[in-house]
């Protein structure tokens, strides 16, 4: 799927060998496009952007990799770090959803319960073959 370019877009020279413009004008008017989408729609195809990692699961292999690190200082340097991001993420989309009317009595509650449990936590107490799963 291409994203919709405009005058403001990133803009790149490209010298073209004898004969490819044409190629490119045929495929665009074959395909009921500009040339420029047409050669941006090829490059989509060919340098497709890459899929959204999945959060939960980039998170529990830094928890992992944090609570396996050798040194008891630097393991806890870096928790202290991931947990304060944690922290400001969880304070970013209670923000966010209060802003939006879109946040239950309930739901607010569940979130400071989340929010408590992040902060509480120590490295020390995960149970590393939960994880591991």
């Known amino acids: 799927m291409s994203v919709p370019t405009n005058r403001d877009s990133d803009k790149f020279v490209l010298r073209l060998p004898d004969g490819m413009r044409d190629r490119i004008k045929a495929a665009a008017e074959a395909n009921s496009r500009s040339m420029n989408a047409e050669v941006v729609a090829t490059l989509e195809e060919k340098y497709p952007a890459p899929e959204p990692e999945d959060l939960g699961e980039r998170l529990k292999n830094l928890t992992i990799e944090i609570a396996e690190m050798p040194d008891p200082d630097e393991r806890a340097e870096m928790w ?20 939006s009317g879109n946040l239950t009595t309930e739901e607010e509650q569940r979130h400071i319960d989340r929010r408590k449990k992040i902060a509480d936590s120590d490295i020390s107490h995960f149970d590393l073959s939960k994880l591991k799963r």
């Open 80 to 99: 202290d770090y991931l947990r304060g991001t944690l922290l400001e993420m969880a304070d970013n989309i209670l923000t966010a959803k209060r802003a």
